[in-house]
Nanobody, 130 residues
Framework: QVQLVESGGGLVQAGASLRLSCAAS????????MGWFRQAPGKEREFVGI????????LYADSVKGRFTISRDNGANTMRLQMNNVKPEDTAVYYC???????????????????????WGKGTLVTVSS
């Protein structure tokens, strides 16, 4: 059974840094795509970033590009989201997601909202104060 567990959320001030982690279990995730999404209060869930199976290719939402960085450690079945220079508009529940489809077309479809990743964590809350 696939399990994705996020950690690292909390309350931080604007301009600070925060690192989220996602621990994956139940499968060999080496060939899986993994991604981060977020849902702010009263808004729909939105794409934050995605990483391919090797960790070499990443794509980000324009709103976080240059501030957030995704990395993964396949040996530890872990993915991280380094959040720098956070802003109040980054306040949201952040979700880890994974999917066995890791090809370029699928990743691009996820970024554009056409496809949805198959497995999700329960989320971790990030609150950024101004």
């Amino acid at each position: 059974q696939v399990q994705l567990v996020e950690s690292g959320g909390g309350l931080v001030q604007a301009g600070a840094s925060l690192r989220l982690s996602c621990a994956a279990s139940g499968r060999d995730f080496d060939a899986w795509a993994m991604g981060w999404f977020r849902q702010a209060p009263g808004k729909e869930r939105e794409f934050v970033g995605i990483v391919n199976w090797s960790g070499e290719d990443t794509l980000y939402a324009d709103s976080v590009k240059g501030r957030f960085t995704i990395s993964r450690d396949n040996g530890a079945n872990t993915m991280r989201l380094q959040m720098n220079n956070v802003k109040p508009e980054d306040t949201a529940v952040y979700y880890c997601a994974a999917d066995p489809r890791s090809g370029g077309p699928f990743i691009r479809a996820v970024v554009s909202g056409i496809q949805r990743m198959g497995y999700w964590g329960k989320g971790t809350l990030v609150t950024v104060s101004s």
